[in-house]
């Protein structure tokens, strides 16, 4: 799968065994990954995973067979309401990727060759912050944030808000995904911080 793909789909990165240590616990030591979910939020189960994305109606008809086609089991994932829920559910997802020949020299480099194909697939997308430098886990890494509107298959539009981390571990990255509503009715980007000051990476 060339790059140019890669970007286009964001979360539809490699799968990896998820291990739980304790019911609001996860942690991978062969990856070296430790979050702690909320204890009011719930864990998205692969089939969830797909039928969200199922739901998902982008504007290329294109983009969207490249979703479903590619799209695998994130490492873990997480929403603030219980599937289904008849609304934009907050959502964090982590994948891991091998950088192969991209450029690791700055995870802001990976942010850039993303953003275009989200302009590309919402007419109304907005960079509200970034890419920038931030720490995540004592690593430095690298953020953006952004607004667009999200499409449903029943007609439904949701304006959404959404924030990347790509986080670098060795020869692989840390992509980390949120979205919350950008009025934040159905949960706020302050629980989404709280829970990415959880995340502990291990070399």
Request: proline share 5%; charged share 25%.
């Amino acid at each position: 799968m060339r790059f140019t793909r890669f970007s286009v789909l964001v979360l539809a990165l490699m799968a990896v065994s998820a291990h739980l240590v304790a019911s609001d616990i996860f942690e991978n030591a062969t990856i070296g990954f430790y979050v702690e979910k909320p204890v009011d939020w719930h864990y998205v189960t692969v089939e969830q995973n797909m039928e969200n994305l199922e739901r998902t109606q982008l504007s290329s008809e294109e983009y969207q067979e490249l979703l479903l086609k590619y799209a695998n089991a994130p490492l873990i994932a997480m929403t603030k309401h219980e599937e289904p829920f008849d609304d934009l559910n907050p959502s964090l997802k982590v994948n891991i990727k091998p950088y192969g020949d991209l450029d690791r020299s700055d995870p802001k480099l990976i942010l850039k060759l993303v953003i275009p194909s989200f302009e590309k697939m919402f007419d109304d997308f907005e960079i509200l912050e970034g890419p920038s430098d931030t720490s995540i886990s004592g690593i430095s890494s690298g953020y953006v944030r952004i607004a667009y509107s999200l499409p449903i298959a029943d007609g439904r539009v949701f304006p959404t808000t959404s924030e990347l981390w790509i986080v670098p571990r060795g020869d692989h990255f840390f992509m980390v995904g949120s979205g919350t509503r950008s009025d934040e009715k159905t949960g706020t980007r302050k629980e989404i911080k709280a829970i990415m000051d959880t995340v502990v990476i291990r070399h």
